[in-house]
């Protein structure tokens, strides 16, 4: 009898897993098949240093290929149970995949699990229209269902204040020649696989700018072709802030993505206050609420983004011999 995932299975499922999104698109993440279950790793190699010394970043981008992994095993009727860690000798191996008992997959996974591939991340100004509050539920039930909270920065002074904060990390990590040298490495002008390709890279900033933007190298705009006076900021967080709780923000993280996507929304991710720990605490602090921010996101509607590369499947798998 059969009781493992197949080769073919995981090579499947990884095909979505890695349009998950990541640091400067880094994709910093394996996929093996060991003892007939499916096991996600970071990959050490593809650790952004300067931007990411702790590895936190990582941990959420294989958290979302995780949770594509999972949509995509539950579509093709062979949903799988997961194991965060579960060798504590060896930390990166960040999830195991058994199969789980054979069913159909619920509406929610097959809607989440179709806009995979129409998921982009938007750094475009976005149109002024509101997102409707049945919207934003949506959005902090999704994050909810995968163990996360979402908070949305409310009114015009909650805004600015996040704002202050959100620039001054930006000026803190630009003053670090490391951090820019690292962010000049994954700008791409030519075609790769990897890297954050400046069509996508969305526009310069400016000084007008209430939010700061990662400089990818992008085109300047169009004079009046300004970012949304009030941005819908949403805060993604966490319980506590464990690298188990950064695999789980991870998944709650795409989860949100997801959802966002299908309710026809932009978003794009702003960390640069997740990655200063000063900012990162009054960032906690003036949400007034227990836990641990993992991520930020600007959200609304407006021109759909523009597609990043991944490297491709046969790049991130391990595969015992004989069975590749
Ligand atoms: C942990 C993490 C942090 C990120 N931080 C930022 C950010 O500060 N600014 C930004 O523009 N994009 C950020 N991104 C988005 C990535 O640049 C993006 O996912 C990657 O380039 C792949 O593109 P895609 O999202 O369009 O697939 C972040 C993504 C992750 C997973």
Redesign the pocket.
Known sequence: METGFTVEQLRTAATDAVRA?????SQPWRFRLRDGGIEVLLDRERRLPATDPSGW?AR??CG?ALFNLRLALAVAGTPATVRLRPYPTEPDVLARLVPDVPRRPTPTEQMLYGVIPHR??N?APFWPDPVPADVRWRLGEAARAEQGWLEMVIGVSAVNAFAEVARSANRVLERDPAYRAELAEWVRSAPASDG?PAA?G?PLGEPQDLLP??GFGGRSRAPGRDFEPEPLVAVLGTAGNTTTDQVVAGQALQRVLLTATDAGLGV?????PIEVPGAREALRLSLGRFGTPQ?VMRIGYGQP?S??PRRSVDEVLDVPVGQA
Not at 21 to 25: D, E, G, I, K, V
Not at 268 to 272: A, L, T
Request: no cysteine; aromatic share 4%.
């Open positions: 999104p990541s640091l400067h698109n970043g959420i981008a979302a982009f991340s750094r954050v996508a969305g933007s990662r794009s991710m702003m960390s640069q991520m983004g597609p990043t």
